[in-house]
């Protein structure tokens, strides 16, 4: 069974990279936002307790001074798009692998090939954009066609009881 967790930063902590993506929103594609936050995803498929994809999450996933977690849960509110940009099938994922590694060393189960680890990131954007603008940013800027795909989300419709589901991109 798939899980995701889901990284992001504590209320207060900057993000460089949110920042750096918005100035590119701005100076590249001309397109006025009020800020991006980032939130890196981990897909984690595998047969894990809760327990233990806490430990994951808490332990080689994520920086607890300045980072907090979710499992199987997406960002409450406080969007107005949200784009998430992931690897195709059959694309190396080399933050997923080292992550797989990580966690086969934290649970005692060491080149367990039962365990894989699909990675990708959230850009929660603000600014009263139309979803034409989402798709330039998601296809001009935030991805690359030939090896991500991307998914936009609507913050108006969006339902974080709901979620995501899990996206695994086996071969």
Do not use: C
């Not at 460089?16 to 980032?38: C, N, P």
């Not at 307790?49 to 808490?58: F, Q, S």
């Not at 954009?129 to 935030?142: C, F, G, Q, V």
């Amino acid at each position: 069974m798939a899980n995701r967790i889901a990284i992001g930063f504590k209320s207060g902590i900057r993000d460089a990279l949110g920042e750096k993506i918005k100035r590119r929103i701005i100076d590249h594609l001309g397109i006025r936002v009020d800020e991006v936050k980032t939130i890196e995803i981990y897909t984690v498929d595998a047969s894990l307790r809760r327990d233990e994809l806490g430990k994951i999450a808490a332990g080689p996933l994520s920086d607890p001074i300045i980072q907090q977690y979710e499992i199987d849960q997406g960002p409450s509110s406080g969007f107005d798009w949200m784009i998430e940009v992931g690897f195709k099938p059959g694309v190396t994922d080399n933050v997923g692998k080292t992550a797989r590694e990580a966690i086969g060393l934290l649970l005692g189960k060491p080149g367990d090939f039962a365990i894989s680890v699909y990675t990708s990131r959230q850009y929660l954007i603000n600014g009263r954009i139309p979803k034409s603008d989402a798709e330039r940013i998601a296809i001009n800027l935030l991805s690359n066609d030939l090896i991500e795909h991307f998914v936009i989300i609507d913050g108006r419709t969006w339902d974080p009881a709901q979620g995501m589901k899990p996206y695994v991109p086996r071969v």
